[in-house]
């Protein structure tokens, strides 16, 4: 199973970025899937979450109003984060992963898999 997430870069301050996820050697059209970010010294933290048929979302209260995660229409093993408004403690490294569950949660050890991470910094 591999989870190749993409879409990171560098971006000032108030901009947007689209994280796309893709989940390649088995299905998991019947899983949540979920975003973590990790900036450095820090934790990793739960971003955004949604169930595997797409209709059921949660987010970290920082969040909810500038992410928005969603899945694939026909491809369900791929998922996606719109991020507007970029703030500079946005910058972090990104990871997209696979919930052991039909939805997905808060909760980082809910998932079974995860990807290497994509980048995204801030610019002031």
């Known amino acids: 199973v591999q989870l190749q997430a993409y879409g990171g870069g560098l971006v000032q301050a108030g901009g947007s970025l689209r994280l796309s996820c893709a989940v390649s050697?088995?299905?998991?059209?019947?899983?949540?899937m979920g975003w973590f970010r990790q900036a450095p010294g820090k934790e990793r933290e739960f971003v955004a979450a949604?169930?595997?048929?797409?209709?059921?979302?949660?987010y970290a209260e920082s969040m909810k109003d500038r992410f928005t995660i969603s899945r694939g229409d026909n491809a369900k093993n791929t998922v996606y984060l719109e991020m507007n408004s970029l703030k500079r403690e946005d910058t972090a490294l990104y990871y997209c992963?696979?919930?052991?569950?039909?939805?997905?949660?808060?909760?980082?050890?809910?998932?079974?898999?995860w990807g290497q991470g994509t980048q995204v910094t801030v610019s002031s």
């Open positions: 992963a696979t919930s052991r569950k039909g939805w997905g949660t808060s909760v980082r050890y809910d998932y079974a898999y």
């Open positions: 050697g088995s299905t998991f059209m019947f899983n949540g």
């Open positions: 949604i169930s595997w048929r797409g209709g059921t979302t949660n």
